[in-house]
């Protein structure tokens, strides 16, 4: 009953049956498109893709897990959990205090496990947008000394897992969720329609649908062929994710402080009271600013500064680029999973996919 007077466990339940819904028919899109196949798509809206793709890693006797299988997983990181994890913050914020009389610290790992599963996903499928020696973990340990050292793992790995990835994934969902306390569901739909809206509409004109993923956090997809107009977009994208964490908080400090009624707003005293008097939410505001610091400090004066992108459609799921990239162990796992191969000419270099086949020193 407390928890019912804090927050309107109803409209939370609707909202989550709603991103599960939002996740089966965004997915069964995308992987039409990636297919051309209906049945494909069909299958997509009951979760049956994913017996394809481990399938598929069977057949190839992989031993990671398959471009497949990373799609439909960024796919549901993006359309569902983010979501998801955007709601229990609301809750976890709303009920702070009440919800630790039946085991709220389990409820808090619970969404601390959440947060590094997701984050670990996208650092996952972030491989090959960076330079080799920045891919991955390399762990390897012989010697006690080496670990005193510090010489056992590859710390560049480290430093964009945590200091980029996690602490940006982390800080734009305790940011949103900061956002949606004070102002209100209706405020927090229109935000989200603006972010979602702009990032659809660069899909559209990169004719990638991997930048989707920018609406979990800064992703780095490329146009097809024309390399200019990704430099452009994505100089803007950097910008843009480079402010707008500071004009939201902003955004949160203002409606914290200053005294007004309005439509479909929270109580005055009410979101006072949840951002910046209980302790949960003042711990959440500052984890936001420092953390929202650490990631552009790493992306601009580490990664880029170390020049540790490859320059590449990391993230591309068309099978000419990869084999342009000569990753043919990602074409043939995307054809095994049943990706369209494009046969007509690139509009660019006018080759088809037999001309890049023919580029291939080992055919």
């Known amino acids: 009953e407390k928890i019912n007077e804090l927050i309107n466990c109803k409209w939370l339940f609707i909202a989550s049956v709603g991103v599960i819904l939002l996740h089966r028919i965004a997915s069964s899109i995308i992987i039409y498109n990636l297919t051309k196949k209906w049945y494909y798509a069909a299958a997509q809206m009951f979760e049956l893709m994913m017996i394809r793709a481990i399938f598929t890693n069977y057949k190839l006797s992989?031993?990671?897990p398959s471009n497949g299988q990373r799609y439909l997983a960024?796919?549901?990181?993006?359309?569902?959990?983010t979501p998801q994890l955007l709601i229990a913050a609301v809750f976890i914020i709303r009920t702070a205090g009440v919800v630790q009389e039946s085991?709220?610290?389990?409820?808090?790992?619970?969404?601390?496990a959440s947060l590094w599963c997701l984050s670990s996903k996208v650092v996952s499928d972030d491989r090959y947008t960076l330079k080799e020696e920045w891919?991955?973990?390399?762990?390897?340990?012989?010697?006690?000394?080496?670990?005193?050292?510090?010489?056992?793992?590859?710390?560049?790995?480290?430093?964009?897992?945590?200091?980029?990835?996690?602490?940006?994934?982390?800080?734009?969902?305790s940011?949103?969720?900061?956002?949606?306390?004070?102002?209100?569901?209706?405020?927090?739909?229109?935000?989200i329609f603006l972010e979602v809206g702009s990032v659809i509409y660069i899909a559209i004109v990169f004719r990638n649908v991997d930048f989707l993923g920018n609406i979990m956090c800064f992703t780095i997809a490329h146009h097809?062929?024309?390399?200019?107009?990704?430099?452009k977009?994505?100089?803007?994208?950097?910008?843009?994710?480079?402010?707008?964490?500071?004009?939201y908080m902003i955004l949160v400090m203002i409606f914290a402080f200053v005294r007004f009624s309005s439509w479909k707003v929270p109580d005055y005293e009410l979101r006072k009271?949840?951002?910046?008097?209980?302790?949960?939410?003042?711990?959440?505001?500052?984890?936001?600013?420092?953390?929202?610091?650490?990631h552009q400090i790493v992306y601009f004066r580490v990664l880029k500064a170390s020049d540790a992108f490859s320059g590449e459609d990391g993230k591309t799921r068309t099978i000419n680029p990869l084999l342009i990239q000569k990753r043919y162990q990602e074409a043939l796992e995307l054809l095994e999973f049943g990706a369209k191969v494009e046969t007509k000419h690139d509009e660019k270099t006018g080759y088809t996919i037999l001309n890049y086949l023919c580029s291939i020193e080992e055919i």
């Open 74 to 81: 960024l796919l549901e990181s993006m359309f569902e959990s």
């Open 175 to 191: 940011l949103f969720s900061l956002l949606w306390i004070s102002i209100g569901g209706v405020g927090m739909m229109f935000i």
């Open 273 to 294: 009271k949840d951002t910046v008097q209980k302790e949960f939410g003042q711990g959440l505001l500052v984890y936001c600013f420092l953390a929202t610091m650490l």
């Open 224 to 231: 097809a062929t024309d390399k200019d107009l990704t430099l």
């Open 62 to 64: 992989t031993d990671e």
């Open 233 to 247: 977009w994505l100089k803007r994208v950097e910008y843009y994710k480079l402010i707008m964490p500071y004009i």
């Open 135 to 173: 891919r991955s973990l390399e762990y390897h340990w012989k010697k006690w000394s080496q670990c005193i050292s510090c010489s056992c793992i590859n710390w560049r790995y480290v430093i964009r897992a945590i200091g980029w990835r996690f602490t940006e994934i982390t800080a734009r969902i």
């Open 103 to 112: 085991g709220g610290e389990l409820i808090f790992l619970s969404f601390l």
